[in-house]
């Protein structure tokens, strides 16, 4: 399974509402995670099984989607926010990553 | 708080053997309710999994490094590792080891800061 995510970059502004799109070859049901990843740091996780928030991620963070297209939203974008995002499938061995959305500040 | 920490060597030699290990503080890698995975991460490019151990010891493998990587565990120690076998400048990356929480859905919850292997004479 092959995941696509869009922008691959993405510039916006504090208090923006950003969306980043994920799209898999092939039907994964709600099997989405999504994480965030600062340079030099490991990744975090903000989003399980396409939409449930993990415990201490804030709320301006929500996922939606299932079968093959998802999508991660910023409501309001915060200085911290700005980090490369990937989505991971895990429906089915290998639990592949998108190539990362970098997003950046105007 | 659980913690991960890798260790092994930075440097590896073209064709040899790759060896990490990864040490876990503050839960027991015998509690049922995670596996453990290593995932690497070229440098610029997207992350990618590499397997995972659960705590009876089954594994599952990347096809793209299956022929060639063994993950064990020692849990008496709380440590899992990862074996690589005949590496390429391709196996250059920084390598995490990862704990999978298990649920209806399952997420990639904690992971080591990473270490950075880079194959070269």
């Known amino acids: 399974i092959q995941l696509t995510q869009s922008p691959s970059v993405l510039s916006a502004s504090i208090g923006d509402r950003v969306t980043i799109t994920c799209r898999a070859s092939?039907?994964?049901?709600?099997?989405l995670g999504w994480y965030q990843q600062k340079p030099g740091k490991a990744p975090t996780v903000l989003i399980y099984?396409?939409?449930t928030v993990h415990t201490g991620v804030p709320l301006r963070f929500s996922g939606s989607g299932s079968g093959t297209e998802f999508t991660l939203t910023i409501s309001s974008l915060q200085p911290e926010d700005f980090a490369t995002y990937f989505c991971q499938q895990l429906n089915s061995y290998p639990p592949a990553f998108g190539q990362g959305t970098r997003l950046e500040i105007k | 708080q659980v913690q991960l920490q890798e260790s092994g060597p930075g440097l590896v030699k073209p064709s040899q053997t790759l060896y990490l290990t990864c040490t876990v503080s503050?839960?027991?890698?015998?509690?049922?309710?995670?596996?453990w995975s290593w995932v690497r991460q070229p440098a610029g490019q997207r992350l990618e999994w590499i397997g995972r151990?659960?705590?009876?010891?089954?594994?599952n493998y990347s096809p793209s490094v299956e022929s060639r990587v063994t993950i064990s565990s020692d849990t008496s120690k709380n440590q899992f590792f990862l074996k690589l076998t005949a590496v390429t400048a391709a196996d250059t990356a920084v390598y995490y080891c990862?704990?999978?929480?298990?649920?209806?859905?399952?997420?990639?919850?904690?992971w080591g800061q990473g270490t950075l292997v880079t194959v070269s004479s």
């Open positions: 503050g839960v027991s890698m015998r509690s049922g309710t995670y596996y």
């Open positions: 151990i659960s705590t009876s010891g089954s594994t």
């Open positions: 990862v704990r999978i929480h298990l649920g209806p859905y399952n997420y990639y919850d904690s």
């Open positions: 092939q039907d994964i049901r709600s099997y």
């Open positions: 099984g396409a939409s």
